[in-house]
């Protein structure tokens, strides 16, 4: 069992900037990827960016230069920094791990409100 926990949520306005952070505990040892994902209210789920135990990275077009995800695997631990925020990135905001099995784990999420 994996447990994540994810911190740096806020308000911020157009053009602004935030980081989040997750941190890992538990059963960590087989985690081979960490990443973030979104979810508005009413809506599916999305990727927003991913990061390999090789540091492969790999971001939804969205973000695509406004978002960097970092890693220190030997922490267990995944940033997001996100800047140049806009309007449409407000969300809840979920960290996910995902192991060699393809077990995932989510956080239990952390609010970002972009306002225009």
């Known amino acids: 069992q994996v447990q994540l926990v994810e911190s740096g949520g806020g308000l911020v306005q157009a053009g602004g900037s935030l980081r989040l952070s997750c941190a890992a505990s538990g059963s960590i040892f087989s985690i081979n990827r960490m990443g973030w994902y979104r979810q508005v209210s009413g809506k599916q789920r999305e990727l927003v960016a991913t990061?390999?135990?090789?540091?492969?990275?790999n971001y939804a077009n969205s973000v695509k230069g406004r978002f960097t995800i970092s890693a220190d695997y030997a922490k267990n631990t995944v940033d997001l920094q996100m800047n140049s925020l806009k309007p449409e990135d407000t969300a809840v905001y979920y960290c996910?791990?995902?192991?060699?099995?393809?077990?995932?784990?989510w956080g239990q999420g952390t609010q970002v409100t972009v306002s225009s």
């Open positions: 990061i390999t135990s090789g540091y492969s990275t």
């Open positions: 996910n791990s995902r192991d060699r099995l393809f077990r995932e784990s």
